[in-house]
């Protein structure tokens, strides 16, 4: 699929904008428009005008036809007095491929190493976004250059030729990447927040994916984007799930209630509150490339994927098994942090060691999401601090359909890495656990887990836990009464 010269321009206009780190106020004043004018165009809910193209060009100091010769083309037309002093962005390729290639047929991956794939995050209204190189982790084959390539053609080629990739500051802080879209629909809606945040969570997938594909200039790793998906990881129907076991608890002390029901005991419960449960979970071991298969009980620390395991026996019955509420006996595909849980509870003889049976596993990498994941606590904060609701409910909005739509959904068509949702998912039901294992080594009475983010205990608390709406804090959302007049 050939992208438009209008979908061209604005990829161009971001990456401008990055280079000389000048926000949409700063261009829009330059070329007579207003900032909402040039957001809208930016976002594809107006058009370019050839006006706008011939002041977009003046602006940067270059002739319109190389403004519109694509973004690597016209970077290269960018005076160099233009360019910001902070950080070189000579390492990211901006060019887009004239024809996007075809998703992948879902095939089982095998140990040969998968080509390298590109794709280009589009600019959306206030979030300049950078085009991610798709390589499946840092090793593989070297492809031969083809003689005396036209210098666009240079950078596509280039992105199949595996490389270490060079480190680059981003073109901002990425909190300000967030801050500026609000400030952007707060300017479009007049005023009104009801508007400003109907309007930013329906851009909340774009924004987000443009603020990762932000987050990973200058990274370590290039991470494949979209991986050939192994068979294990395919839905068994159309509106069906694939077979892995994500270990979502639903958990309640059974002796415990047993003995309330029978009026034996009074107990003062209180039901706590995770906060960001998934953002939170943002921080975790991923693949970084396409996923190989192996078998054998033996587990590599520096890898990450699912696992088909024996779980073992739990035996600590006055708290939950990081296994969830799954009851059926017998092996299960289970992801990296449910892995690791089991493993460490072994440890702590809290159950017997799970036994791996086979794994598709890839090189793993715990920082891939970090930065991203750090601006979004950022503005989060600051946004409960200010009673900045707009901005809290954009920002939930952000983290949580970033893991919703990450494995196959029409609502992003960016990325498909179902072994990333399942894997931060069940990230988010390891440190519920976490936090029960906590309580209950501090002495509280574990009396209920369940859902992603709800813990009931009994006892003293916040002793344990610091209350508040931090991502390391709780909540008490509910306290009642076990036994008596029940």
């Known amino acids: 699929m050939t992208m438009s010269t209008e979908e061209t321009l604005r990829l161009t206009v971001a990456a401008l904008m990055q280079l000389t780190r000048q926000r949409q106020p700063d261009v829009a004043a330059a070329i007579g428009l207003t900032q909402p004018q040039l957001s809208r165009r930016q976002s594809g809910k107006s058009a370019w005008t050839l006006t706008d193209c011939d002041r977009l060009a003046a602006h940067w100091g270059m002739p319109t036809l190389d403004l519109l010769a694509g973004p690597t083309h016209a970077a290269g037309c960018l005076p160099a007095a233009r360019r910001s002093s902070v950080g070189a962005q000579t390492a990211m390729r901006l060019e887009t491929p004239a024809t996007a290639p075809s998703a992948p047929r879902r095939a089982a991956p095998t140990a040969t190493p998968a080509p390298a794939e590109t794709a ?3 600019a959306s209204a206030g979030i300049a976004a950078a085009p991610v190189s798709a390589e499946a982790a840092p090793a593989a084959s070297s492809a031969p250059a083809a003689p005396a390539p036209a210098p666009a053609a240079a950078a596509v080629a280039s992105s199949a030729v595996p490389r270490t990739p060079r480190r680059a500051a981003p073109a901002g802080p990425l909190p300000d ?33 443009a603020l990762f594909a932000a987050s990973r200039v200058g990274g370590r790793y290039e991470h494949s984007e979209f991986p050939p998906t192994a068979d294990i990881l395919q839905k068994r129907s159309q509106k069906g799930a694939d077979a892995i076991w994500e270990g979502r608890p639903k958990w309640r002390s059974a002796d415990l209630h047993r003995a309330a029901r029978a009026g034996h005991i009074t107990v003062d419960v209180t039901a706590l509150d995770m906060n960001a449960a998934y953002l939170a979970a943002l921080k975790t071991w991923l693949p970084i490339g396409k996923l190989t298969h192996s078998e054998g009980d033996h587990h590599d620390p520096k890898r990450s994927g699912v696992h088909l395991v024996d779980p073992g026996e739990w035996l600590t019955p006055d708290l939950p098994s990081p296994l969830g509420s799954r009851q059926e006996p017998g092996p299960l595909w289970i992801t990296e942090p449910t892995l690791r849980a089991l493993i460490r509870c072994a440890e702590m003889n809290l159950c017997t060691p799970p036994k791996i049976l086979e794994s598709w596993t890839s090189g793993a990498s715990e920082g891939l999401l970090e930065k991203m994941r750090r601006a979004l606590v950022t503005v989060r904060d600051e946004a409960i601090a200010n009673n900045d609701e707009v901005t809290t409910e954009y920002v939930k909005s952000m983290y949580s359909k970033f893991v919703s739509t990450i494995g196959e959904s029409a609502a992003n068509r960016e990325i498909r890495r179902p072994d990333w949702m399942h894997i931060i998912r069940s990230q988010a039901f390891v440190n519920l656990w976490l936090k029960a294992h906590k309580a209950h080594k501090a002495g509280l009475t574990v009396v209920q887990m369940s859902g992603t983010d709800e813990l009931h205990v009994s006892g003293n608390w916040q002793s344990v836990f610091p209350e508040g709406r931090g991502l390391s804090q709780v909540k008490a959302k509910n306290i009642y009464t076990l036994g008596g007049d029940e």
């Open 120 to 122: 280009a995050t589009p």
């Open 177 to 209: 990447l967030i801050r500026d879209r609000v400030v952007a629909a707060l300017t479009e809606a007049g005023g009104d927040a009801d508007v400003a945040q109907a309007a930013l969570i329906k851009r909340a997938v774009p924004d987000v994916m």
